[in-house]
């Protein structure tokens, strides 16, 4: 099991820019790739961006490419997700998530909150 804590979120105007960052512990050597997905208020929950712990590849949804960078630190067992020109479609609780294969995201965070107000 990876246990999965998130930080960063907060409130910001439109236009603006956060950092998540998502530390895991426990089994992480098991992990296949690093997830990021948020649900917004009377939404489901939904796919943001995921990056593989090996070789880096990234994948993003098509609402935030451009605008979300998602990166990881394998020494620290850190996934990021840098969120520049956010808008207020962006609010919702982040999710960071470990998958142990290839679309199985089988550990969860908390969920971390970001508001951006007009």
């Known amino acids: 099991q990876v246990q999965l804590v998130e930080s960063g979120g907060g409130l910001v105007q439109a236009g603006g820019s956060l950092r998540l960052s998502c530390a895991a512990s426990g089994r992480t050597f098991s992990s296949y790739a690093m997830g990021w997905f948020r649900q917004g208020p009377g939404k489901e929950r939904e796919f943001v961006a995921a990056i593989r712990w090996s070789g880096g590849s990234t994948y993003y949804a098509d609402s935030v490419k451009g605008r979300f960078t998602i990166s990881r630190d394998n020494a620290k067992n850190t996934v990021y997700l840098q969120m520049d020109s956010l808008k207020r479609e962006d609010t919702a609780v982040y999710y960071c998530?470990?998958?142990?294969?290839?679309?199985?995201?089988?550990?969860w965070g908390q969920g971390t909150q970001v508001t951006v107000s007009s």
């Open positions: 998530a470990a998958a142990s294969t290839v679309g199985r995201y089988d550990s």
